[in-house]
């Protein structure tokens, strides 16, 4: 690397570093298996842990799964050989995916959903099944802002993703290393990197989302205006006020009953 790149590399390394010191993503003895695509994110993230797991005080280990869908074209192949190349332990899973989504989809609605469900479902799964308590997903900073966005736009709700959480089967914690960092150092680090990126050729492929797309657009042109909106935006997630929200649970008080003012401190 030059050093144009070693610096983005120690940025991205330094972010995802914090990350998991201030959410507690990474313990001693952990064994976290990783989501790997064959996407830039994911490809990012399993070097980085990998590149953190090497010098850390601390002993854990890494496992890369791949979800083969079934579609046809996807070169699982060139993953497990990038993989092999780099001496990390994986494991590809052959799926019928693609039969059951062609099956149950309904017309006119989006493969991503239904795939992503099957896919999460599979890695829990096969986390459990390779003695891994934790699963890394490569969601990254502009995946949580454009969440928060999507739910509050078109769902009512204020939410967006965990760093770290309890998986619905109540056994594997998912962990999401990448949150501190942006999706264009990621696509400079991937292209610097050479990483063999390999689409997943669903038919939907290379069609963005319409909703996550607008909001992509919107933080495109809030940037022009508001440099630093996205890290704004991350930061109010890390710092709630709920007295100062309209959520009804939280004016339950002690004999009282939801909607009962709580008393002014």
Known sequence: MNMHDERLYKKIKNAVGRAIADYGLVRDGDRIAVAVSGGKDSYTLLHILEELRKRAPIRFE???ITIDSGY???RSDIIAQHLRDHGIRHHV???DHYRIIAEK???GSSYCSICARLKRGTLYTLAQQFGCNKLALGHHLDDFIETLLLNQFF??????MAPGML????VTTVIRPLVYVAESDIIRFSSDSNFPI???CCPACGQADQQRKRMKNLLSDLEKVIPHVKQSLLRALANVQPRHLLDKKLYSVPGGSVGSVPPTP
């Open 93 to 95: 899973e052959s799926t």
């Open 62 to 64: 890494l496992f890369a």
């Open 72 to 74: 046809p074209g996807y």
């Open 167 to 170: 998986a619905d089967n109540e």
């Open 155 to 160: 769902v009512g709700s204020l939410k967006a």
């Open 198 to 200: 390999v689409c997943c």
């Open 105 to 107: 989809r309904r017309p």
